[in-house]
C-alpha cells in the first residue's frame, strides 16, 4: 500500500501536468491553410459557380411556385433567409480566400529567394568560366600553332639544304 502511494505522488524532475483545461481549439494550422487553399481553388472554378447559380436558382423557383404553407422564404421578406445564407457563405469565403493568397505569397516569396540564390551562383559560375577562357586565350596565344611549326620545320629544312649544298661544294672544292 505504501508502494502504491509514493508510484502515484508527482516526481520533483518533472513538471506539473496542467490542470486548467483551455477553451481555445487545437488545430494544426498546417491544415487549416491547406483547407483554406482547396476552398479557394473550389470557389474559383466553374463547377462552383454552376453548383451555385443552380442552388440559388432552384430556391427562388421553389419558393415562388410551392404552395403558400410549404414556403420557408418568401419573396414579400425578399429572400431574407436566401440573402443571410449568402452573407454567411461570402463571409467565410473572404478570409479563407486571403488566407489562401497569404500562403501563396510566402511561398512565391521563398521561390524568388531561391531563384535569386541560383541566379546567383549562376553569375558566379559564369564569370569563373569566363576568366578561364580568357586566360586560355592568354595561353593559346604563347602556344605555337601547326603552321607556325610547319613554316618552322620547312626553314630549317631549308638550312639543312643550303648546308648540305655548302658541304658539298666544300668537299668537291678539296
Not at 509514493?6 to 501536468?17: C, F, G
Not at 429572400?79 to 479563407?96: D, K, N, V
Not at 516569396?109 to 558566379?124: L, T
Request: neutral net charge.
Amino acid at each position: 500500500m505504501a508502494r502504491h502511494k509514493a508510484a502515484v505522488r508527482a516526481r520533483l524532475d518533472q513538471p506539473k501536468a496542467a490542470r486548467r483545461m483551455q477553451l481555445r481549439p487545437d488545430y494544426d494550422p498546417e491544415a487549416f491553410g491547406k483547407l483554406s487553399e482547396q476552398f479557394a481553388r473550389f470557389m474559383g472554378t466553374a463547377k462552383f459557380i454552376i453548383a451555385m447559380s443552380v442552388f440559388i436558382a432552384a430556391w427562388v423557383i421553389y419558393n415562388l411556385v410551392a404552395p403558400t404553407n410549404f414556403r420557408f422564404d418568401e419573396w414579400g421578406n425578399k429572400f431574407t433567409l436566401l440573402t443571410l445564407i449568402l452573407s454567411l457563405q461570402a463571409s467565410y469565403a473572404a478570409p479563407l480566400i486571403l488566407l489562401a493568397q497569404n500562403r501563396q505569397a510566402d511561398r512565391d516569396r521563398v521561390q524568388f529567394e531561391e531563384d535569386r540564390s541560383r541566379n546567383e551562383r549562376n553569375i558566379a559560375d559564369t564569370e569563373y568560366l569566363a576568366r578561364e577562357v580568357a586566360s586560355l586565350r592568354i595561353g593559346l596565344g604563347e602556344v605555337a600553332t601547326r603552321d607556325f611549326i610547319r613554316s618552322e620545320l620547312q626553314r630549317l629544312l631549308e638550312e639543312l639544304d643550303d648546308r648540305r649544298e655548302a658541304d658539298d661544294a666544300a668537299s668537291d672544292v678539296q
